[in-house]
């Protein structure tokens, strides 16, 4: 079975910097894009960055020039490197991957349990 689990979450002061990682396993036959959404308190998800397999990024307005999203094929992992954390970019992480099992015909996005970032003084 697919599984993807996140980490590198953590409290940190603003201004500083954390470095997200998830690892996708299972019989997955190729992944197509890989992300992190995020989820603050008392907000719904938002798309914070993606990456396709052929390396095209998108950002979020709020984190481009701050966050860098990054993917090892060949580990199946994607990271997500935070600089210049602000207060507003608490909430839990989320790692996603769309991607076909082996055997399927069908890509199906699949979700990590989150991790949580707090940026705080």
């Known amino acids: 079975q697919v599984q993807l689990v996140e980490s590198g979450g953590g409290s940190v002061q603003p201004g500083g910097s954390l470095r997200l990682s998830c690892a996708v396993s299972?019989?997955?036959?190729?992944?197509?894009?890989m992300g992190w959404y995020r989820q603050a308190p008392g907000k719904g998800r938002e798309l914070v960055a993606a990456i396709t397999s052929g390396g095209s990024t998108n950002y979020a307005e709020s984190v481009k020039g701050r966050f860098t999203i990054s993917r090892d094929n060949a580990k199946n992992t994607v990271d997500l490197q935070m600089n210049s954390l602000k207060p507003e970019d608490t909430a839990v992480y989320y790692c996603?991957?769309?991607?076909?099992?082996?055997?399927?015909?069908?890509?199906?996005?699949?979700w990590g349990k989150g991790t949580l970032v707090t940026v705080a003084s």
């Open positions: 299972g019989s997955i036959f190729s992944i197509n894009t």
């Open positions: 996603f991957a769309h991607l076909f099992v082996a055997g399927s015909r069908h890509a199906m996005e699949y």
